[in-house]
C-alpha cells in the first residue's frame, strides 16, 4: 500500500533533480492522479521545501519526516487502525478523541465508519456507535476471523519481498544475492522453497549489513561444531560466502557461516540425516530455544497464528539470539522501513511488538523500535506463507532429468497450478521419496504402487495439466472429507445423543441440555448463562435446527450434544428439529467453523434433515450423516 512517507523518502533521495508526476507514478506503479493527490498535501504541508511547476517537481529542502506516531493518512489505513484497536483491545473508542487522532474533520470519520460498517457484513459483525461511543458487536469467534484475515491481507503487501529487502539493505543487490543462492544450490544439486530462500537471503543481508560495525563484537565463534553439519552444505555456504565477501569486500564470521548452514540444511532437498531442532541447539542457548517456544505458544493462544515448524523455530532462534548480542552490546541498527511496516502492516507490527515483550521481560533488555521491525520481517514472512499454502497440496516432483532442464519443468507446473500446489521437494530418484512428506507425487518416470501420484512426459502438455488438475481435485475433496468426518465422530457421544426430546420452549432445551453437559463434567456452572447471553444478541436457529453455544466462553472439552426432538419449538422466527449444543474449548476453537458450516448447510435440505429426524439410534444418527458428507 502507498503511503505519503513512501512518496516522501522517494523525493528526499531525489538529489534536487527535477521529477515528473508521471515518472514517480511510473516508480510506484500507481496512477499519475494518485501521485497529483499526494503532491498537493505535501505542497500544502512543505511550501518553502518543495517546487511544483509544469517544468517538474523540484525539492529545494529536505523533507522532514514525522517519524513518532505516525497518523494513518488514507481511508485504508484509518479502517486498519480503527479495526485493530477495537479488536485488539476489544473495547469501544470515544469519537471524539478517535477523531483527534486521526486529524480528521468529525464528519469525515462519521463517513468513514459507515464505509467500514458495509465492510463488516460479510463477517456477521456490527460496527456501532452509542452515547458517542465506536464498537463492534458480533460473536467472538467472527471478530477473531476478520482480524485473522487482516493479518493475512497485510502478509500480501509482502513484507519481505525483494523490492522490500533492496529498500532496507540499499548498500547491496538482493536480487543478485538471492540469484547467487540459488547459482550455488544448483551447482550441487539441491533445490529450496521461495519461503525458505527468502529467509537465509534475509539473515544473509542482515550479517552483511552488520559486517562493519560488529566486527569488534565477540560472537561465540564455531569451530569442532561444524563436524555435526553435512558437509554438503557447509561446502555450499563456504563458496556462497567466499563469493559474497569477493562482490562485497566484507566478512563473514566463522559463526556467520554455520548459522546460514544450519538454516540452510532445515529446507534444502535431498537431505535428512539430521535432527534439526537438536542441531540448531548448538549454535544457540537451552534459554532461546526455551523463549521461542513461549513466543509461538503465545501467538498461537492469542492470535491464532501458527509458527510451530522446524523452519521458523531455527530461523527465529538465530534472529533472536544475535538481536540480544545487538541489544547488549549497544549496537544500533537501522530499517528504513520502520514507519512503512507500522502503517501498511499494523496488526503484525502489533504482533512483533508483544513479541518483543515478552524477550523484554525474560531476557531484561529494552528491544527498540528497528528491532521490533525485524521481528515484523520474520513474522510477516511466516504468515505469507500460511496465507499462501492454507488451500495448497504439497508435492513433490520426481524428474531424473531435473537439473539439464534448467528448472523449466518445475516453473512450468508452479506457473499452472501456483493456486492449488506448492512443490516442497525436487527429487532425481524415487528411492527418496522415503524421506518426502506429500500429499501427492508427479513423475516424469512410471513409478508403482504410491498412492495419489501421476506420471507426466517431460515437456508438460495439456493433456499433463489435465491429469495432474484430476489428482489435485480428488485429494482436495478426500483431504475435506476425512478432515470432517474426523471431526464428527469425535465431537459426537453416544451420552449426549438424546431421542424423542420433549423440551417446552428454547429456555427450556437450554437449561435441561446444558445441565446434562454439566452433569458430564463438561462445563461449569456459568456455561447456560452464557447461552442465553448468545441467545439474547441474536437466535441461533438455522433453518429447522439450533446450534445454541455461548459467546466468548471455552470449555474444558469440545463435544456437541444433539436432541431429535419429538415436537418441532419455536427459536427465533423459525420451528426447529433438531438441536445440535456446542461446547468449544479454546484449542479447537479453530475448527469450530468447519463444523458450524458443515451442519447449517446438511441440514438446509429437508431430505437431509427428514432422514436424521427420522434416524431410532445413535449408531443409525452417525452412520447417516457421515453418509451424507459429499462434495
Avoid at 242 to 262: A, G, M, P, V
Avoid at 420 to 431: K, R
Avoid at 585 to 593: A, C, P, Q, T, V
Wanted: with cysteine; glycine share 2%; proline share 2%.
Amino acid at each position: 500500500m502507498l503511503t505519503k512517507r513512501d512518496i516522501l523518502n522517494y523525493l528526499n533521495n531525489s538529489n534536487s533533480q527535477p521529477l515528473t508526476t508521471k515518472s514517480i507514478a511510473a516508480h510506484f506503479r500507481v496512477t499519475p492522479r494518485t501521485i497529483q493527490n499526494y503532491l498537493r498535501d505535501i505542497k500544502e504541508e512543505y511550501k518553502d521545501c518543495i517546487e511544483i511547476s509544469k517544468q517538474g517537481i523540484v525539492v529545494k529542502k529536505k523533507l522532514e519526516l514525522q517519524q513518532d506516531n505516525p497518523v494513518p493518512l488514507t481511508y485504508q489505513e484509518r479502517k486498519s487502525y480503527i479495526l485493530r484497536k477495537l479488536l485488539v483491545n476489544d473495547t469501544s473508542i470515544d469519537l471524539n478523541d478517535l477523531a483527534d487522532e486521526l486529524c480528521i474533520s468529525e464528519v469525515t470519520l462519521q463517513n468513514e465508519i459507515k464505509r467500514i460498517r458495509r465492510s463488516l457484513e460479510q463477517y456477521v459483525l456490527t460496527l456501532k456507535t452509542k452515547n458517542n461511543q465506536l464498537f463492534i458487536t458480533g460473536l467472538t469467534k467472527n471478530k477473531k476471523r476478520l482480524m485473522i484475515q487482516l493479518i493475512y491481507n497485510e502478509a500480501d503487501n509482502s513484507l519481505v519481498s525483494l523490492t522490500t529487502l533492496n529498500d532496507i539493505f540499499q548498500n547491496y543487490d538482493a536480487k543478485e544475492i538471492r540469484e547467487i543462492i540459488i547459482q550455488k544450490l544448483n551447482e550441487k544439486h539441491f533445490f529450496i522453497d521461495e519461503y525458505s530462500l527468502i529467509n537465509l537471503l534475509l539473515h544473509v543481508l542482515i550479517a552483511m549489513d552488520q559486517s562493519q560495525s560488529l566486527q569488534n563484537i565477540s560472537y561465540d565463534e564455531v569451530n569442532s561444531d561444524f563436524i555435526e553439519l553435512n558437509r554438503h552444505f557447509v561446502s555450499i555456504i563456504d563458496e556462497l560466502c567466499q563469493t559474497l565477501e569477493d562482490i562485497y569486500d566484507i566478512k563473514f564470521s566463522s559463526s556467520n557461516r554455520y548459522q546460514f548452514t544450519l538454516l540452510l540444511m532445515t529446507r534444502a532437498v535431498r537431505n535428512k540425516e539430521i535432527n534439526e531442532i537438536e542441531t540448531v541447539k548448538l549454535s544457540v542457548s537451552k534459554d532461546i530455544i526455551n523463549l521461542v517456544q513461549e513466543i509461538i505458544d503465545q501467538i498461537y493462544k492469542n492470535f491464532d497464528i501458527d509458527l510451530n515448524i522446524n523452519e521458523f523455530i531455527i530461523a527465529f532462534s538465530i534472529h533472536i539470539k544475535n538481536m540480544l548480542i545487538r541489544l547488549r552490546e549497544n549496537v544500533s541498527i537501522h530499517n528504513p522501513l520502520l514507519y512503512s511496516i507500522k502503517l501498511t502492516s499494523p496488526f503484525i507490527y502489533d504482533i512483533a511488538v508483544y513479541i518483543c515483550n515478552i524477550i523484554s521481560k525474560q531476557q531484561n533488555v529494552e528491544v527498540y523500535d528497528d528491532e521490533v521491525a525485524y521481528i515484523a520481517l520474520h513474522i510477516g514472512a511466516r504468515i505469507e506463507e500460511l496465507n499462501n499454502t492454507r488451500e495448497k497440496l504439497k508435492a513433490t516432483l520426481i524428474c531424473p532429468q531435473y537439473y539439464s532442464y534448467y528448472n523449466n519443468q518445475l516453473k512450468k507446473i508452479e506457473a499452472h497450478f501456483h493456486d492449488d500446489i506448492m512443490i516442497d521437494y525436487i527429487l532425481t530418484n524415487p528411492t527418496e521419496l522415503n524421506f518426502t512428506q506429500s500429499d501427492i507425487i508427479i513423475s516424469t518416470i512410471p513409478i508403482t504402487d504410491i498412492n495419489n501420484s501421476v506420471v507426466i512426459s517431460n515437456f508438460f502438455n495439456d493433456n499433463d495439466k489435465e491429469i495432474i488438475s484430476e489428482l489435485i481435485k480428488r485429494v482436495k475433496k478426500q483431504r475435506s472429507k476425512d478432515k470432517i468426518t474426523k471431526m464428527l465422530k469425535k465431537l459426537f457421544h453416544k451420552d449426549l445423543f438424546i431421542m424423542n426430546a420433549q423440551y417446552k420452549s428454547k429456555n427450556s432445551a437450554i437449561h435441561k441440555m446444558g445441565n446434562l453437559l454439566m452433569e458430564k463434567g463438561y462445563v461449569s456452572d456459568e456455561f447456560i448463562d452464557k447461552m442465553l447471553e448468545r441467545e439474547n444478541i441474536s437466535p441461533t436457529n438455522f433453518g429447522m435446527i439450533a446450534i445454541p453455544h455461548p459467546i466468548d466462553y471455552y470449555t474444558k472439552k469440545t463435544v456437541i450434544e444433539v436432541a431429535i426432538l419429538k415436537e418441532p419449538i419455536d427459536w427465533g422466527n423459525t420451528s426447529v428439529k433438531i438441536i445440535f449444543m456446542f461446547s468449544i474449548s479454546k484449542l479447537d476453537f479453530s475448527n469450530f467453523s468447519d463444523v458450524f458450516s458443515f451442519l447449517a448447510s446438511t441440514c438446509s435440505d429437508d431430505t437431509n434433515l427428514d432422514s436424521l429426524v427420522n434416524c431410532k439410534s445413535y449408531e443409525e444418527f452417525m452412520t447417516t450423516i457421515l453418509n451424507l458428507y459429499s462434495l
